[in-house]
Nanobody
Framework: QVQLVESGGGLVHAGGSLRLSCAASGSIFSGDTMGWYRQAPGKQRELVAEVTSTGITNYADSVEGRAIIDRENAKNTVNLQMNSLRPEDTGVYFC???????????????WGQGTQVTVSS
């Protein structure tokens, strides 16, 4: 019943910026790390950035200095601001949320449907 809705993807010229947003809803007892992953055609999904419930962030080397991830715990939302975009940033971006649906349940990772980001040269 946990659902993640992503928004903000689109077509951007190299050097431009995008802000991706994700909101989690449904039966959520508690939440932990939220993050963003991306996947290019024919390639494995890779971590872009993540942030724990206490605010600790982790960025992929490829986006370090160009991306900022932030969250609002009370609303179970997470955002990713990406600047100085490059063609290699192109891919489908997925929102991720580690959460427990109810007390006594186990922690698992939930995924959004993904939003397309295309950076032209």
């Amino acid at each position: 019943q946990v659902q993640l809705v992503e928004s903000g993807g689109g077509l951007v010229h190299a050097g431009g910026s995008l802000r991706l947003s994700c909101a989690a809803s449904g039966s959520i007892f508690s939440g932990d790390t939220m993050g963003w992953y991306r996947q290019a055609p024919g390639k494995q999904r890779e971590l872009v950035a993540e942030v724990t419930s206490t605010g600790i962030t982790n960025y992929a080397d490829s986006v370090e200095g160009r991306a900022i991830i932030d969250r609002e715990n009370a609303k179970n939302t997470v955002n990713l601001q990406m600047n100085s975009l490059r063609p290699e940033d192109t891919g489908v971006y997925f929102c991720s949320f580690w959460a427990v649906r109810r007390v006594g349940d186990f922690l698992r990772q939930y995924w959004g449907q993904g939003t397309q980001v295309t950076v032209s040269s």
